[in-house]
Nanobody, 124 residues
Framework: QVQLVESGGGLVQAGGSLRLSCAASGRTFSSYALGWFRQAPGKEREFVATIAWAGGSTYSADSVKGRFTISRDNGKSTVYLSMNGLKPEDTAVYFC?????????????????WGQGTQVTVSS
């Protein structure tokens, strides 16, 4: 069982930056691929970025490439999403998710554990 707790959301102006964190419980954090998804009001949840369990390879959605970076610190059992150049269309609730031994997991159905989400609001 893995529990995920997101933090770091908030209100920021367009062009600004935020760093989201997702702290995980459990002793085998390094065995899990982690992903970030987001859900805007009235829209379906969508993939943002993922980082693999081994080697730490990453993959991001085209909409955030060059602006968002996913990273992990296995010693702290935490995954991060650094967001730069934020746009109003990035406004959403951001969720982190985990799946054991995942590699390039971009679909919701691939993940077994989810956090409760953190709100990010970008004003124009």
């Amino acid at each position: 069982q893995v529990q995920l707790v997101e933090s770091g959301g908030g209100l920021v102006q367009a062009g600004g930056s935020l760093r989201l964190s997702c702290a995980a419980s459990g002793r085998t954090f390094s065995s899990y691929a982690l992903g970030w998804f987001r859900q805007a009001p009235g829209k379906e949840r969508e993939f943002v970025a993922t980082i693999a369990w081994a080697g730490g390879s990453t993959y991001s959605a085209d909409s955030v490439k060059g602006r968002f970076t996913i990273s992990r610190d296995n010693g702290k059992s935490t995954v991060y999403l650094s967001m730069n150049g934020l746009k109003p269309e990035d406004t959403a609730v951001y969720f982190c998710a985990a799946v054991k031994y995942g590699v390039r997991a971009t679909r919701e159905s691939e993940y077994d554990y989810w956090g409760q989400g953190t709100q990010v609001t970008v004003s124009s």
